[in-house]
């Protein structure tokens, strides 16, 4: 019986702390792929700004590395994200089309 009360437990936790990380990287990615499936972004810039957010994803690994984020690496990673924000809304915005 404790046995499955504590694999439950541990479970329940996996699955709490993966939904904490999950839907700020998700909304990223479904904004860029909503922006190709709508012609608002070329194959090069939606290339470009997933390998953006793969470097972003890296680089939080590194910081999270550790155990402890540092203001500086906090700060950093704050500026990271709002560049790639930006510039999705640039390429999204630039009226480019993309060719069928």
Known sequence: M???FVLGLVLTI???SATAQGPRDRVRRERIERGFENR???RPEKF???KSQFRFKAERRRALRDG???PMERRRLHMMKRH???EIFRLKHNGRR???
């Open 2 to 4: 404790k046995k499955l």
């Open 48 to 50: 470009r700004l997933q």
């Open 40 to 42: 608002q972004l070329t």
């Open 14 to 16: 996996i699955a709490a």
């Open 98 to 100: 993309r060719v069928i």
């Open 68 to 70: 402890k984020v540092t």
């Open 84 to 86: 790639d924000n930006r």
